[in-house]
């Protein structure tokens, strides 16, 4: 099956990945066969609370159902307990997506998952990342210091790991109900200074790669609708590759030119972002990107 993504395509993702002007996204998606997908947890609340609603899949919706029923902490308190026990993928594996990033050697990642994954991964490759969370309420803002109050700067030895929705180390920087998603997008809008100057530089001067994200998936219209839509007018490389799951429904070449047309024309009228979409399973376009890296590298 054709995975839209060019000729063309590849050879400017790989470009700017040697040149340092690439800046990951890594969705839930990343963390496929390690952690529990989204879904599958909304699933198992939805069971055991008792979820009145058809939507049981939907993590942000049964997740305010809980909220509701109980308090706010109450659903990402669970996410702490369950996400504690699990520990990290194997990084020695060719097709792991974090271990991939981390051997780009980028000075900054930028996840919406509330694990360390990516943070363990980098401390594999002998880097010494910095992790911080975005500070979008006021008990994160409150919390610990910022890494940034000591002077520093993201640089390929110590890259920062930026986590956007929050991690759950600390169960209040968690996005994770439709409240949540909608308090962060009105901060957002409203605070131009909530993200670090480094995040906005790497927004609006790198190709942004999208990795372990669906259409359907909050974190991913958030991202599109909210910040990368508020951003897209400045953007000074506006080729954005993003990895989806699932395929079209139609998985012909002809079927996924009429998705990408449909995607295309979709992000257009958020901004005038050019996309290309690698359709398929992560694992597959961790491996194609790893080999067309070690190609890359042997021909440049």
């Given at each position: 099956m054709a995975k839209t993504l060019g000729e063309r395509d590849w050879e400017n993702l790989l470009q700017r990945i040697k040149e340092k002007k690439c800046t990951p996204f890594i969705g839930?998606?990343?963390?496929?066969?390690t952690l529990p997908m989204g879904s599958e947890i909304a699933r198992e609340w939805a069971n055991k609370y008792k979820y009145p609603l058809y939507d049981n899949g939907d993590l942000a919706r049964v997740a305010q159902f809980l909220a509701v029923e109980e308090d706010d902490m109450f659903p990402k308190e669970n996410i702490q307990r369950r996400f504690k026990q699990i520990g990290p993928p194997d990084f020695s594996r060719a097709d792991e997506p974090h271990a991939l990033l981390a051997d780009f050697n980028l000075p900054i990642y930028i996840t919406t998952n509330y694990d360390s994954f990516m943070t363990l991964a980098l401390q594999d490759r002998k880097?010494?990342?910095?992790?911080?969370?975005?500070?979008?309420?006021?008990?994160?803002e409150l919390g610990s210091p910022t890494v940034f109050q000591s002077g520093y700067v993201p640089s390929t030895a110590n890259p920062l790991v930026y986590h956007l929705h929050g991690h759950y180390d600390l169960p209040q920087s968690v996005v994770l109900t439709e409240d949540d998603y909608l308090d962060f997008l009105v901060h957002l809008a409203s605070d131009q200074a909530l993200l670090p100057p480094a995040i906005r530089t790497a927004l609006a001067g790198t190709s942004l790669l999208f990795i372990g994200y669906s259409l359907s998936d909050w974190h991913f219209r958030v991202l599109f609708r909210g910040l990368i839509g508020s951003l897209g007018a400045s953007l000074g490389y506006t080729s954005i590759a993003v990895q989806l799951t699932p395929p079209p429904a139609d998985k012909s070449e002809k079927g996924e030119e009429l998705a990408q047309r449909y995607l295309d024309r979709y992000f257009e009228k958020i901004q005038k972002i050019k996309v290309r979409v690698y359709w398929g399973d992560i694992n597959e376009f961790t491996k194609e990107l790893r080999e067309r890296c070690n190609d890359f590298s042997k021909s440049n």
């Amino acid at each position: 099956m054709a995975k839209t993504l060019g000729e063309r395509d590849w050879e400017n993702l790989l470009q700017r990945i040697k040149e340092k002007k690439c800046t990951p996204f890594i969705g839930a998606g990343a963390c496929a066969g390690t952690l529990p997908m989204g879904s599958e947890i909304a699933r198992e609340w939805a069971n055991k609370y008792k979820y009145p609603l058809y939507d049981n899949g939907d993590l942000a919706r049964v997740a305010q159902f809980l909220a509701v029923e109980e308090d706010d902490m109450f659903p990402k308190e669970n996410i702490q307990r369950r996400f504690k026990q699990i520990g990290p993928p194997d990084f020695s594996r060719a097709d792991e997506p974090h271990a991939l990033l981390a051997d780009f050697n980028l000075p900054i990642y930028i996840t919406t998952n509330y694990d360390s994954f990516m943070t363990l991964a980098l401390q594999d490759r002998k880097r010494d990342p910095k992790p911080e969370l975005c500070r979008w309420n006021r008990f994160v803002e409150l919390g610990s210091p910022t890494v940034f109050q000591s002077g520093y700067v993201p640089s390929t030895a110590n890259p920062l790991v930026y986590h956007l929705h929050g991690h759950y180390d600390l169960p209040q920087s968690v996005v994770l109900t439709e409240d949540d998603y909608l308090d962060f997008l009105v901060h957002l809008a409203s605070d131009q200074a909530l993200l670090p100057p480094a995040i906005r530089t790497a927004l609006a001067g790198t190709s942004l790669l999208f990795i372990g994200y669906s259409l359907s998936d909050w974190h991913f219209r958030v991202l599109f609708r909210g910040l990368i839509g508020s951003l897209g007018a400045s953007l000074g490389y506006t080729s954005i590759a993003v990895q989806l799951t699932p395929p079209p429904a139609d998985k012909s070449e002809k079927g996924e030119e009429l998705a990408q047309r449909y995607l295309d024309r979709y992000f257009e009228k958020i901004q005038k972002i050019k996309v290309r979409v690698y359709w398929g399973d992560i694992n597959e376009f961790t491996k194609e990107l790893r080999e067309r890296c070690n190609d890359f590298s042997k021909s440049n």
